[in-house]
């Protein structure tokens, strides 16, 4: 076993990429563990394998991209900041809390750190607060592509190990000491003075589960992998387009803040906002196929084939383009049929699961009461206000919820779907007993693992996590420079 990394990476996803890159940059030694490979091309089924025992989580498999980067290859940001009270929410803290206000302090830093412009405040709608969510272009997502571009070659106090699956942990005296890792080259040893988890949420509960159990109490231990949560998203009214009203202030997205903006009417536990489906709307349909296969590395002739193919239709290019220059947005033409949509936080109930069986594991997610509690509470609350305003700019609409609450339930559960941001497990609490098995994102008696992911949310609050992880991520890391 080698000198102890300064910092040792368990997942080498966007967040764990990231820290590597900061801790680095700051003069640690660091090591990033990852069980996918390097390359995007050569990536394999996650493992291990995932079943479900009601309602498939459809981000606990399609976003479940265990390579070199993770998601960063499709990621593109959704950068949204949440405000203290809901910050405080996600973390199990109160909002008067130190850490709530070191991390929302963290996320002028990481916008800077991505190139993005701080938000700006607007004017509610219907007692709604409009909220902007930034979202980075391709060409932005250069710090996750620099890193997977390394190649095979070696930074001595940086290092990756990708194809590494963890077999082993070694602990003592309330530290983690070592991991084993099983890879091309066999076993290894990596030893640590600190140790950063930055799997996702299924793959940090199966590894608290298998490796973290034994360092926890009892009535901790048994919590772990429990009360999963997530957004439900579901489409609310079909409408049809019309620009130049008080909505084409949220639609289209904008090109501002040095990226592209989306904005949303945001209330306590979710939002809504308006849905276009580009990919099958010219001219994007075909920007995107290109833009698609750029992502993946395809060949040169399908690349120059696909660039053809976006200027196959001329007049609609040059018309999107003209738009883009005068208005900043991109083009959605009068007519268009787009989606409202509701995004809302789904219930952290005891019932939503992993555990490992066998050599898989089986995740328990489904509709739960709690949910269409929200639902129709949601509803009942805004629908009323949104309608109004829908009817007074004269946009015509279909309203797809039924009214009464049986009804409105028994939509939701045909409708809904998860919105890839699974979380929880790590925070999860049994009535008045111990705690979860993270306090202040660091796990209970392993004093030096840090946890940076949705596993250690309490609860989703309303917003993408991403901005919210890395400004936590930017705040360990400034505490340990310190010292």
């Not at 969510?133 to 070696?154: D, F, I, N, T």
Request: a neutral charge; aromatic letters at 8%; one cysteine or more.
């Amino acid at each position: 076993m080698s000198e102890p990394f300064d910092l040792v990476v368990l997942g080498g996803g966007i967040v764990g990429v990231w820290t590597a890159l900061r801790a680095h940059a700051r003069g640690l030694r660091v090591a990033v563990v990852e069980i996918g490979p390097r390359a995007l091309s050569e990536q394999r089924a996650a493992q291990p394998p995932l079943r479900f025992r009601h309602r498939e989580n459809f981000g606990a498999t399609r976003a479940r991209n265990q390579v070199l980067t993770g998601n960063s290859a499709f990621w593109g940001g959704a950068l949204v900041r949440n405000p203290a009270s809901e910050l405080a929410g996600v973390l199990g803290d109160e909002a008067s809390s130190p850490m709530v206000a070191r991390i929302e302090g963290r996320y002028p830093e990481v916008e800077r750190q991505l190139g993005i412009e701080a938000p700006g405040t607007t004017p509610r709608v219907e007692e709604l607060d409009r909220v902007e969510a930034a979202v980075l272009p391709g060409r932005r997502r250069g710090l996750w592509s620099a890193y997977a571009q390394r190649g095979e070659a070696r930074d001595e106090r940086l290092a990756d190990f990708p194809e590494s699956r963890i077999v082993g942990l070694a602990a003592s005296g309330g530290r983690v000491e070592s991991v084993t890792v099983e890879g091309p080259g066999g076993r290894a040893e990596i030893s640590g003075r600190r140790f950063l988890l930055s799997m996702g949420a299924v793959d940090s509960n199966l590894f608290a589960q298998r490796f973290v159990a034994a360092h926890l109490p009892e009535g901790v231990r048994v919590e772990i992998g429990r009360r999963l949560h997530d957004h439900w998203s579901l489409p609310i009214a079909k409408v049809r387009w019309r620009n130049g009203t008080v909505l084409s202030d949220l639609f289209p997205p904008k090109f501002a803040r040095g990226g592209i903006v989306g904005r949303r009417l945001a209330f306590a536990q979710g939002f809504f906002h308006f849905v276009a489906d580009f990919d099958a709307l010219p001219p994007f349909d075909r920007v995107k196929s290109f833009l698609s296969a750029r992502q993946r590395s395809e060949s040169v002739f399908t690349l120059a084939g696909k660039a053809i193919a976006c200027f196959g239709r001329p007049v609609l290019m040059a018309s999107a383009g003209f738009h883009y220059l005068r208005r900043r947005e991109l083009r959605v033409p009068d007519g268009a049929e787009i989606s409202l949509v509701l995004d809302f936080e789904s219930d952290a109930a005891p019932e939503n699961a992993i555990a490992w069986e066998g050599d898989g594991a089986v995740l328990d997610w489904d509709v739960r009461p709690g949910d269409a509690a929200r639902f129709v509470s949601a509803l009942s609350v805004h629908g009323p206000g949104l309608r109004a305003t829908l009817n007074r700019e004269g946009l015509d609409f279909e309203w797809l919820v039924p009214e009464n609450a049986v009804g409105a339930e028994s939509y939701l559960r045909a409708h809904a779907v998860d919105a890839y941001h699974l979380g929880g497990g790590l925070q999860a609490r049994a009535g008045e007993g111990p705690g979860g098995t993270v306090a202040g994102g660091a796990i209970r008696g392993l004093e030096n693992v840090q946890v940076c992911g949705t596993a250690a949310f309490a609860r989703p609050g309303p917003a993408n996590p991403v901005l919210t992880l890395l400004a936590m991520a930017e705040d360990w890391l400034g505490r340990v420079s310190a010292g």
